[in-house]
């Protein structure tokens, strides 16, 4: 059963610590499940290490951590190629697509090279929830900031755009992250935006925000908006996941 509408989970969030695995999903992975309405079958996880660089050693552990919670993972690795030639099958026949973190520019590049852009915006349209962490959650927006060409953070403004905002992440854990993307909003380089404190995602249906959920209670979400006299930073105050740790 798909998503009853398009669903992306934007997070800063989703591994920590497993009790018999190195990594487990945390709240906030295990939510894009419930989001995805999965019933019938064990569920399905296609997982993108392109901003990672597709380290097969890490795919290892995120098929751990599913094997453990009972979901099938599958790797789309685009280095050195493709694992097949139906990309857009691959996508559409899984339950989430989960984006993991790294360099977001790197990723973008890749992704069209490869056409990943619209055969996404399929899935997404019916009814695969697209969600992941840091680079994929920039990924999702118009843009956001990014460490991706140096330690000096700058912006990124060529994200998928399938939501029309911008995006921060670790805004309570890296502390240049919070003015930047203030600064970038006040000055107009990015658009008016939603950010996350490490812990917490944001979950759209279609491309309006429906609520922020936290694996981590304390943590918070944020609508940041440019106005006449500046930058409005909001906290939204988000939905602690049942199973939080």
Same mark, same amino acid.
């Given at each position: 059963?798909? /998503?009853?509408?398009p $669903?992306i &989970? /934007? ?12 990594? /487990?999903?945390?709240?906030v992975?295990r ?13 399905r996880?296609?997982h993108?290490? $392109? ?9 290892a552990?995120?098929s ?24 857009a099958?691959?996508?559409?026949q ?22 990943m ?5 399929? #899935? ?14 920039v ?5 956001? $900031? ?6 000096? &953070?700058?912006?990124?403004?060529n ?5 029309p ?11 240049r992250?919070?003015?930047?993307f203030q ?11 939603? #950010? $996350?404190?490490?812990?917490v ?11 922020a959920?936290?694996?981590? #209670? ?7 908006r ?20």
């Amino acid at each position: 059963m798909p /998503a009853d509408q398009p $669903t992306i &989970l /934007a997070s800063s969030a989703g591994f920590r610590p497993g009790d018999r695995t190195k990594y /487990a999903f945390d709240a906030v992975v295990r939510h894009a499940f419930d989001l995805s309405g999965v019933s019938d079958h064990r569920p399905r996880m296609c997982h993108i290490g $392109t901003a990672g660089g597709d380290q097969r050693a890490f795919n290892a552990l995120v098929s751990e951590a599913g094997h453990a919670l009972g979901v099938d993972v599958v790797h789309l690795n685009l280095f050195p190629m493709p694992p097949v030639d139906d990309i857009a099958g691959l996508l559409v026949q899984s339950d989430v697509v989960w984006v993991g973190g790294g360099s977001v520019a790197n990723l973008l590049a890749v992704w069209d090279v490869h056409g990943m852009g619209p055969m996404l915006a399929d #899935a997404w349209r019916s009814g695969v929830v697209l969600a992941g962490v840091s680079a994929g959650s920039v990924c999702w927006h118009v843009g956001g $900031t990014t460490d991706s060409y140096g330690p000096e &953070l700058r912006p990124v403004t060529n994200g998928l755009g399938f939501l029309p905002y911008s995006n921060g992440v670790h805004y309570d854990s890296e502390p240049r992250r919070r003015p930047l993307f203030q600064r970038l909003i006040a000055e107009g380089v990015l658009p008016d935006g939603y #950010a $996350t404190d490490d812990g917490v995602g944001l979950v759209y249906r279609g491309t309006e925000l429906f609520e922020a959920v936290t694996a981590i #209670a304390g943590k918070g979400a944020y609508a940041v908006r440019r106005e006449a006299e500046g930058v409005v930073e909001e906290r939204i105050e988000p939905r602690v996941l049942p199973d939080a740790d």
